[in-house]
């Protein structure tokens, strides 16, 4: 039944992907026609954004998002011998390459991987996960973030995200567009100009939220396999309950988080904000994650 799920999710990734990038393919056709008075060159140079971007994420996600929440790679077993050997034995009943270990200099308790296969995956822990946290239950979250990467959830959080900056680069080529390429309206001052910058304009606004929500909601579905596949690693569901019971305590933000990847952490990275509808949520409940567990 795991791996079923797994293989969708992998099918799923494909479609949402595809209609995410022909979502951003629309904005740029709406874009290039409204401004440029081209609906292909919109669609070209929305094209090409996403793909350059897809490309670079997806080849350094790695290091590009460790570079953003300042995670210090453990080279060796001997800086790191706790976390080092819970990763290492993980991947090994995942069936995966061992993934890069980090540490994030921070005393929030929280912990996130990276890595768009199992070839190229890195699991980082923060020093409060590492202080909170007894061998089992550390060993529970990072049979967490094993599962992401064996379940391959990282490669489309991190297509996601490449995804949802597009959006924003889209969005402020318009913004600059109308401050600066009225010149290239001026020839067509009717109703339906208007009402197409009107409209382009909106989409502005809008594009990015409905980006936001459909990575957030990606993320969201997947916790609740990721909690399922690290019973099904560590045999011990007792040990990732009493992780997120002890998380879910902690008032304390990761102060090294970037916004941009909050949604690949553990549990939301920045717990000082006000609570938000469950649209923008980056995480499903916490009670609901630990009742499913309990169910299992």
């Known amino acids: 039944m795991l791996y079923k799920q797994i293989d969708s999710n992998k099918r799923k990734t494909v479609v949402i992907v595809l209609v995410f990038f022909l979502f951003i393919l629309a904005i740029g056709a709406l874009f290039g026609y409204t401004f440029y008075g081209s609906v292909l060159s919109g669609v070209i140079v929305s094209g090409v954004i996403a793909l350059v971007y897809i490309l670079i994420m997806t080849m350094n996600s790695s290091k590009i998002v ?30 995966i390459p061992m993934p890069k270990v980090y540490i994030v200099e921070d005393m929030s308790p929280n912990a996130f991987a990276t890595g768009n296969s199992p070839k190229k995956g890195a699991v980082a822990v923060t020093r409060g996960l590492v202080n909170e946290l007894d061998k089992y239950e550390l060993e529970g979250v990072i049979a967490h973030e094993v599962a992401h990467i064996r379940n ?3 490669r489309l959080s991190t297509i996601a995200i490449a995804l949802v900056a597009v959006v924003g680069i889209l969005g402020d080529i318009a913004m600059r567009s109308m401050f600066f390429g009225r010149s290239r309206r001026s020839n067509n001052n009717g109703g339906g100009q208007i009402i197409l910058i009107v409209v382009s304009l909106l989409l502005v606004i809008i594009a990015p939220i409905v980006a936001t929500i459909i990575q957030l909601a990606l993320s969201r579905n997947r916790e609740y ?72």
């Open 66 to 95: 460790m570079k953003m929440n300042h995670a210090k790679e453990v080279r060796t077993r001997d800086e790191n011998t706790e976390v080092w050997d819970a990763v290492e034995n993980m991947a090994m009943v995942a069936n």
């Open 152 to 154: 391959y959830d990282i």
């Open 225 to 296: 396999l990721a909690d399922a596949s690290a019973v099904n690693l560590t045999r011990n569901p007792d040990a990732l309950v009493g992780a997120l019971e002890k998380i879910s305590g902690t008032t304390k933000s990761v102060e090294e988080a970037s916004q941009t990847t909050a949604s690949i952490y553990f549990i939301n990275p920045f717990r000082k904000k006000k609570k938000r509808s469950k649209l923008f949520a980056t995480h499903p409940p916490m009670e609901k994650r630990i009742e499913r567990i309990k169910q299992m």
